[in-house]
């Protein structure tokens, strides 16, 4: 490691630098700093550095020393980005503990942490901005010829650009153009998310006064339906703070015509605006609202155990107020001229906080997640590091900004996988980073859930976290009435139609008939999870992947899940040539299929990665269901967060036996989470909610937990499991994955690996095994678990000797073609 220097030193002095490259090496490279940008270089600034032969990459100052490397002739460094660091000394300090922690390089970290826009390298590919008009008479000539050369060609690399101009180095001119906003990363545009907007309409002051008012509606006298919209305005005015367009049209029949007409008269005056995708109250606007007495109590709760604990669980069941406790405790924060992370696990199925939180704070608040472009990724990063927002809302991602005095984090709904990152490195967990990166700036952390993970609750029981706990639905409103209804009865009894139950078909039929909606939760999407021979049995399967395609009727196609491979249904069976295929099984597509025939007259929608996955779909489909242009919401897991509708007051769990059922030690856990957080989206808002959970096992006791809302029970029984067979929370999981696409090479390499980490470790070694899938895009996969104890083992020792392990294999020729990914507390 380069010692540390002061940056602006202005003599002759040779400086090295040490760098962190975005690319997973196990060392950061460092490079020889030209005497003309001595006083430029610092720690936390990017620099332009050539790494390999000819590639070019943004590089991270993470030392400054006059050490030239003993092993290596340093290169120099090329250019100097930034005039001010973008990278604080807290975010290095961060980013080298996630790679300690998870087992991984800390160029994968920075990758990570930092927008593309910050990171150009030679093969980064760029493309203009569409959404941005551009005056090309402001650009300068090498801008210019940028701009041209993207309209001839719609995507160039960095590479492509330094050709075009004739220049090694474009980063400082292509840095420039994302400033101005005029092109963006060809990655980040396909998948952008859009705000929901709606054009608001005020009447032009000039007819606030009565004599104007009354001589306009004289000259509307030729235009009786623009007279009939403008009285419609006046009537809406007087009871609603904001009149949408939408408004106008729907209450007098008004075509866009008519509004369109008064709009160019000036009549009307008509401004687009950003709105809430969901449901809230209308009070929420002004920001003013006062806590019950359990939310104050709560609240002073919270506030005295952050007196000696830096950690606080809030265990508060569905809709008792939680987020109105964190807004007090917000408000605190920025009164003590402090900065507030409140970290969600899906963005886009909770903007309501964000219109909510922005009615609160206004200006103060910004937002952050990896659906917005990279100008704007990029923008509200500098907006953090120049202290111009006091309040981020965010999903994991958000852990990386630049902060400058962090007092406190919310970490709203702890228990939700969301928070853990799978693929690639880093694989952390943002609700354990959010802790280590609080204690960094000595601020406080709060917890919430209505369903907290185990690791949490235990370490609230334990102590080494204050807990909180709120019983009560905010309002006094009722738990929905939960009924388990037997599959194998109804069958039996030939009462189910198709997928659902008679129960169920009754309630969906008594909300229908009362305009109330209805959401149905099916794990599964696509049409059929499988198509099978019944002559031979054979069932077609992913030529990457070990898992059977699935059928989804909207493309005619066979789907991998996995890889996203896709293939004709074939309509003879390819092994055996009979014509007697069938469909098993079901998911969204075919519940949304059956009910069209079942409930011809209800107005069906579904929500699920097939039909959310265009610019605006998800945002088209929450619009309709609060405008109660749907009737029956069916969906995945995405149904389970987020969700605040006043008339959804009736729940399905279509077939409950996938999440009991599923192999693995947290199954009951998760599904208690899900079956609650589900059932939690019903009766909101004064109506008593009913929830109809249709599987094949009635007396499964997690179900009999759900009804009870019986969380201690289900905690006490599984952590008596946990202890005998050592899992967590008593326990430390270390998995490592071995992938090879030859499976002869990878049982020997996996076998190797086990063997010589038995040497070090004994039984806590366990496997290799062969996971659930155990082949995903032609790599076979190998998993060996390591259980470590909390107490008598030192982690930091024992993953320094997996480290080892691992770089020791990785020198033998055993290890050609194979990778190691190693995954931290990887549930």
Known sequence: MLEFAPSNTSDRKTLFIEVILPLAIAKNYTYRVPFEMNDAVAIGKRVVVQFGKSKLYTAIVAAIGTQAPEKYEAKYILEVLDEQPIVTPYQLQLWQWIAEYYMCNVGEVMNAALPAALKLASETKIVLNKDFLIDRATLHDKEFLIAEALDLQPELTVSDIAKLLGQKTVMPILKGMFEKNIINISEEVSDRYKPRKRTFITLNPVYHNQDNLRELFSILERAPKQADALLTYMKLARHQKAVSKNDIAEESGAGPAVIKALIEKEIF???????????????????????????????????RQFEDKDTVLLYGVTSSGKTQIYVRLIEEMINSGRQVLYLLPEIALTTHIIERLRAYFGSNIGVYHSKFNDNERAEVWQKVLNGDYRVILGARSSVFLPFDDLGLIIVDEEHETSYKQFDPAPRYNARDVAIYLSAMYKGKVLLGSATPSFESYFNARVHKYGLTELVQRYGGVEL????????????????????????LMKDMRQAIENKEQVILFQNRRGYAPLLMCRTCAHTPKCINCDVSLTYHKSSGKLHCHYCGYKEDSPSICPACGSTHLEYKGFGTEKIEDDLSLLLPDARLARMDMDTTRSRNALQNILNNLEEKKIDILVGTQMVAKGLDFADVTVIGIINADSLLKFPDYRANERSYQLLSQVSGRAGRRGKRGKVVIQTYDTGHRVLRQVIENNYHDLYFTEMEERRSFKYPPYYRIINLDIKHKDPDALYNQSIYLANELRKQFGDRVIGPEAPLVSRIRNYYIKTIMLKFEKDGISINKAKAVIRDVIMQFQTTKLSKGGIVQPDVDPY
């Open 480 to 503: 929905p009435d939960i009924e388990v209804v037997s599959i194998a009865e109804e069958t039996k009894q030939k009462t189910i139609q198709s997928h659902f139950t008679g129960v």
């Open 269 to 303: 005056f008509a401004e687009e605006k950003s709105v809430s995708r969901l449901h809230y109250e209308q009070e929420n606007d002004t920001g003013i609202f006062d806590l019950s007495e359990l939310q104050q109590n709560a609240l002073n709760d919270i506030q």
